[in-house]
Each structure stands twice: as C-alpha cells, then as structure tokens.
C-alpha cells in the first residue's frame, strides 16, 4: 500500500468516524417534536372557540408519523371540520421543508341550550311556556341548536316536536307577519320613492318570507312579509 493510498483511507477513516458522532445528533434534532404539534393545533383551536358560550374544553391526539423538524408550523381547519365536536386539525410545516399532518381533536363546550318542555304540533308558535334550558356538550349537539330562549319566542315550529327535543333554527320558522285573508299594507319603495296600497294577503308568512298579495284591482303580486302587516314589493 503506497503512502498516499494510505493517507486516504486514514482521510476516509476520519470522515466516516466524524458522520458516526454527527449522523446520531443530526436524526435525534431532525424529528418533530409531537407535543410541539399537539401545542399549535390545541392554541389553533382555542382561538377559534373564543366565542363559544359555556365551559370549553380541547383534546387532541398526537401524531402517529414521524416527521422531519421543522421551524414554522401552521394550523388550519380542513374543507369540511369546524372548531366544535369531533374534528380534525390540519398543521403544515412551512420551513425548512414542506409537509402536513391532520391531528383529530375534540372540542367540548358545555352549555345551556333550548330544548321544548313538552311536546309541541306543527305550525305551533312558542310562548316561554313551551321552552326549558339544558345543559349538554353544544359540540355533540346540531350545529343550529338555539342557546337564547328569548330569540325563539314566537317563532313556530316547522312540524311536530317531542318533548325535550333541542329546538334548532333548522325546524323553526320566524313569527307570523301576515295570515292568510288578512289585510295587508303593501310597500313598493324606488330610489326617492315610496308608494303605498292595500291588499289581502293569500296565504301565511313569516317576517322575510316571500307572500302572495291581491290587491285592490285584482292583480296578485308577490312580495316579502315585514313587520306591522307589511308586504315590501321590489321596484
């Protein structure tokens, strides 16, 4: 073995002995620490149910993979989840490399919310007698369920209701502006402009819903129920 075949094993030497104490370092830093993942998508999630009535709790599950380290995460819902109940977190690792990893999560918020106090017919208009508040989790609840009793009373119900059902927006109505054969007011409203007539209202509606109205003449014409027995007509 030559002199300088020798001084390059040795070289070599040195350079395989030097990664066998780097390489080691360089794994255990390269690896994502999953409580930090934990932590962003658990802050993510508590910025956004801020506004959540009730007592608020947050449970996320770490990650399974393993993921190289990264010194920008980013945490953001999916298409689809929403910041209550089961859900699933995104975070994405925006430097040095480029990844994403989805965390399920649960957020709980423990709150009262609307329920019926007794069963309730169809086209029904609430009175604070037919309402109870409960308490539950409001993330295992539908999405819509009403937590202000107040805000409801009147509205009617869209078709029968067990008793201690969750009253949700879905199934109510807002309250009767105008009923069928009742007189009406109509208001056609244009730039500078508001006329008024009357007119007979030929079916039910509710404020912001859309009415059939005759008028004097005859003439049937289609308008948006307001308040005081008002239909707005569009110029």
């Known amino acids: 073995m030559t002199a300088m075949t020798g001084r390059r094993i040795a070289g070599t030497a040195r350079w395989l002995a030097a990664l066998g104490v780097l390489a080691p370092a360089f794994a255990l830093g390269a690896a994502q620490d999953p409580d930090a993942l934990k932590t962003q998508a658990e802050q993510f999630l508590r910025i956004h149910a801020a506004g959540l009535p009730g007592k608020v709790s947050i449970e996320v599950q770490p990650a399974r993979a393993t993921l190289p380290a990264c ?64 308490e539950g989790d409001l993330g295992s609840l539908p999405v819509d369920v009403v937590t202000d009793p107040a805000a409801i009373l009147g509205y009617r119900a869209v078709s029968g209701l067990a008793a201690g059902a969750p009253l949700r927006a879905a199934t109510l109505r807002p309250p009767l502006a105008v009923q069928q054969g009742q007189a009406t007011r109509l208001v056609v409203q244009g730039p500078g402009f508001a006329v008024q007539s009357e007119g007979q209202a030929l079916a039910d509606a509710g404020i912001g819903e859309r009415v059939r109205v005759k008028t004097r003449s005859g003439q049937v014409v289609s308008g948006v129920a307001q308040e005081n027995q008002q239909v707005m007509l569009a110029f």
């Open 71 to 134: 010194s920008a995460l980013d945490a953001f819902l999916p298409v689809g989840s929403r910041p209550l109940g089961k859900t699933i977190v995104g975070v994405r690792c925006l430097a040095p490399g480029t990844w994403t990893v989805y965390l399920q999560a649960r957020v709980r918020a423990i709150a009262p919310y609307a329920a019926t106090a007794r069963p309730l017919p169809a086209r029904h208009a609430l009175g604070a007698e037919d309402v109870v508040l409960r």
